[in-house]
């Protein structure tokens, strides 16, 4: 069973930074998409960015506009999601999720990620 659990979130003011970690427990396939997406209050659940075993990232420009960068540590099974100059417009709750790669770029579309955290809270205040 695949396990996915978020952590990093937190309450930080406008124009600060924080790093977000995704760690992924029980995934066995040797190919995989995974990435971070985000639900604010009263909207719907939106991309982020992705990114694929062989390092491949693909953002949402729109949501981040260069403002986040995306890593990982394969070894240790472990996704970051690095947010800077913050906004109050970025106050959501961000998922980790993780599913197969079917191509070769990895995409936002949420019914291709089979496995989900809880999802973590951010708060960026004014």
């Known amino acids: 069973q695949v396990y996915v659990a978020e952590s990093g979130g937190g309450l930080v003011q406008s124009g600060g930074s924080l790093r977000l970690s995704c760690r992924v427990s029980g995934y066995d396939y040797p190919d995989y998409c995974m990435g971070w997406f985000r639900q604010a209050p009263g909207k719907e659940r939106e991309g982020v960015g992705v990114?694929?075993?062989?390092?491949?990232?693909?953002f949402d420009d729109d949501a981040v506009q260069g403002r986040f960068t995306i890593s990982q540590d394969s070894a240790q099974n472990t996704l970051f999601l690095q947010m800077n100059s913050l906004r109050p417009d970025d106050t959501a709750i961000y998922y980790c999720?993780?599913?197969?790669?079917?191509?070769?770029?990895?995409?936002?579309?949420?019914?291709?990620?089979?496995?989900w955290g809880q999802g973590t809270q951010v708060t960026v205040s004014l």
């Open positions: 990114i694929n075993e062989h390092g491949s990232i693909t």
């Open positions: 999720a993780a599913g197969r790669r079917y191509y070769y770029t990895c995409d936002l579309q949420q019914q291709k990620y089979r496995h």
